[in-house]
């Protein structure tokens, strides 16, 4: 049966070209969007992560859900020996001590509202590869008295690296305590609201001026973001739950997981309309091709082939072309996506941040079998009600076809 089919393949050759090559094109369109949609979501995960967030974050049981409004009574007291334990995992890259406060900018002349983190500089800066320093330069380890400004407290207060600027905060005590830094540089990160209001000092300038020996978090770095969760299953089991509380990058990332989730769904959306014009497509196509061929059918059907046999060749024939059309479709897919990222497609700047990327088309495995599995399934589900209409018409009505 199979051999016959692949021979009426090959013998029209035209309808054949036409079918392969809506089939083709939808496959290969599915795993071009897909290669997209994935390469954003990837892009956006690692600049959350290597700007922000890292990869896990550790903190005082309660910090999470009420560190915000009183942000002293869960400080980490002895974070030293949470790095100790934290260095043990052998899927850790880098910890590093955070300590995060708020409190007024002054520039000689007005003042601003900021949030700021005292932080261990050369750690930070393997970690924040995703933070670009548009002046100046970056934080350094031996820096004591040196502020690094985002882009848009930079603008809204003025200065410049080399200006001079004073911190004003509130000691875990609640006393008023001022530092004087000078500016190092600015930076940007991928989101423009943490830009707009956020200051780096290193972290024994913050404990100085908020008169305390603590960390607020400890911002794990993996070598390998598909560790996350081991990792993070491994430091709850580690660490005494009553006191410390570990969050992953996705937990904490709230605006990745509802961009994600919308990409998702467009992605979705996108593989059902392609279905749709390859099913119709390829319909059309069968459709043509198969009541053309009435006369041939009504032939076998007079030398004794029951209508099983005319279903079944039908079938077999659009069996072999779904496969043939899919595999095809995947090995154009991946070639373009090839080519297209070796060029690269420049971006413009996603929400909330201001600077574009370039982006790829991602070759990802599920995505290719995904897209050849919709091709395949579109065409032999678009041949099963013609190859039904025509094992059951009449064998006179058939033969007629042939005068």
Not at 92 to 121: H, Y
Not at 162 to 185: H, K, P, Q
Not at 259 to 268: G, N, P
Request: proline share 4%; net charge positive.
């Amino acid at each position: 049966m199979l051999r016959l089919a692949l021979r009426n393949v090959f013998r029209h050759r035209l309808r054949t070209a036409l079918t392969l090559a809506a089939i083709v094109a939808g496959v290969a369109g599915l795993i071009l969007s897909g290669g997209f949609v994935e390469d954003s979501l990837l892009q956006l995960r690692e600049a959350t992560i290597h700007s922000q967030i890292g990869h896990l974050q550790i903190y005082r049981a309660g910090y999470y859900e009420h560190g915000q409004q009183s942000p002293f009574k869960f400080l980490i007291d002895k974070p030293a020996d949470v790095l100790r334990e934290v260095a043990k995992l052998p899927e850790v890259d880098d910890a590093m001590a955070r300590l995060a406060f708020s409190g007024v900018l002054n520039n000689g002349k007005t003042d601003l509202p900021i949030v700021g983190v005292g932080l261990e500089a050369d750690k930070e800066n393997r970690l924040g590869s995703f933070i670009a320093i548009t002046a100046g330069r970056a934080l350094r380890a031996g820096d004591a008295s040196q502020i690094l400004l985002g882009e848009g407290v930079a603008r809204s207060s003025g200065l410049r690296p080399g200006d001079s600027a004073t911190l004003l905060v509130n000691t875990a005590g609640g006393a008023l305590n001022t530092l004087d830094f000078e500016v190092a540089g600015i930076f940007r990160s991928f989101s423009k609201d943490y830009d707009a209001r956020t200051v780096r000092i290193p972290l024994a300038a913050a404990r100085e001026l908020l008169d305390v020996d603590a960390a607020n978090a400890i911002v794990v770095a993996l070598k390998d973001t598909d560790a996350t969760a081991a990792a993070a299953a491994s430091l709850r089991r580690t660490l005494d739950p009553r006191v410390y509380e570990v969050k992953t990058w996705d937990e904490l990332a709230d605006f990745y997981g509802k961009t994600a989730a919308l990409y998702r769904r467009q992605f979705a959306v996108l593989q059902a309309i392609i279905l749709v014009a390859v099913l119709l497509s390829v319909a059309n196509s069968i459709n043509m091709s198969t009541f053309d061929r009435i006369g041939e059918f009504g032939t076998l059907r007079a030398l004794g082939n029951r209508s099983g046999t005319i279903l079944r060749l039908v079938l077999s024939e659009n069996l072999l072309l779904g496969l043939a059309g899919a595999l095809a479709g995947a090995a154009i897919g991946v070639l373009l996506a090839r080519v297209i990222s070796a060029i690269g497609i420049p971006m413009p700047p996603p929400p909330n941040s201001s600077a574009g990327y370039v982006a790829v088309i991602r070759v990802v495995p599920w995505v290719v079998a995904a897209s050849a599995l919709v091709g395949f399934v579109a065409t032999v589900a678009a041949s099963v009600w013609p190859a039904m209409r025509i094992a059951r018409l009449p064998v006179v009505d058939a033969l007629r076809q042939n005068q």
